[in-house]
């Protein structure tokens, strides 16, 4: 059982190119997230989704899309890439689950970490 | 989005229990707290969570405070492995999204 993976796990990019980052989870979960982390920091919601075709932006969007086409691919977007946007980058993804929805627990990726230059 | 306060750093010694606070005092009703951790390099893995009552698991036990403005998450023996930074955070019930803070930086000596 993979659970979340991430591709690429290093990138180096310049500024002002474009890339995808690949977030894939093998456990039917309905919900997934993106965030970013920058050294020493806690991680920020860039983007979720709460199921397949529905994206919703978090607290940290600017600069990124997402796209969920199918239920186990969730997709992270950098247009034009900035310097700002050097970080790690993490995916997550949970189960809805029952009455009390909001009780699961959340399933993280290893991280993508990406330099802009 | 309710926030929680966290501690930047805590020390144990090793076999030793430890007691990582954590403020919400802006809680609502029906979030959830939840407790992960993240080891260096790696991505953060869930410990615990709980509503009203305290919880306790393989790993940890939650207390909550009565009133549910704050609540511990207990390590009954630390080890060198739970070196890491603890992070306590909110579930928004209607979106499922969650906050997280910096978190505390557990750092176990032997």
């Known amino acids: 059982n993979a659970g979340v993976t991430q591709t690429p796990k290093f990138r180096v990019l310049k500024t002002g190119q474009s890339m995808t980052l690949l977030c894939a989870q093998d456990?039917?979960?309905?919900?997934m997230y993106w965030y970013r982390q920058d050294p020493g920091m806690g991680l920020r919601l860039i983007h979720y989704?709460?199921?397949?075709?529905?994206?919703a932006k978090g607290e940290v969007p600017d600069g990124y899309n997402v796209s969920r086409l199918k239920k186990q691919n969730f997709l992270l977007g950098l247009e034009s890439a900035a310097p700002s946007q050097t970080s790690v980058y993490f995916c997550?993804?949970?189960?809805?689950?029952?009455?009390?929805?909001?009780?699961?627990?959340?399933?993280f990726g290893d991280g993508t970490r990406l330099s802009i230059l | 989005d309710a926030k929680t306060t966290q501690p930047n750093s805590m020390e144990s010694n090793e076999e030793e229990p430890v007691h990582l606070p954590c403020n919400h005092s802006t809680i609502s009703g029906t979030d959830y707290i939840h407790w992960y951790r993240q080891l260096p390099s790696q991505g953060p893995e869930y410990v615990i969570h709980g509503l009203t009552s305290n919880v306790n698991n393989r790993m940890a036990s939650l207390a909550i405070a009565e009133d549910r403005k704050s609540s511990t998450l207990i390590l009954h023996r630390a080890t060198l492995r739970d070196a890491a930074v603890y992070y306590c955070i909110l579930r928004d019930t209607n979106a499922g999204k969650s906050t997280f803070g910096d978190g505390t930086t557990l750092t176990v000596k032997p």
């Open positions: 456990m039917n979960h309905e919900y």
């Open positions: 989704s709460v199921g397949e075709g529905t994206t």
């Open positions: 997550a993804s949970r189960v809805r689950g029952g009455s009390g929805r909001s009780n699961q627990p959340q399933h």
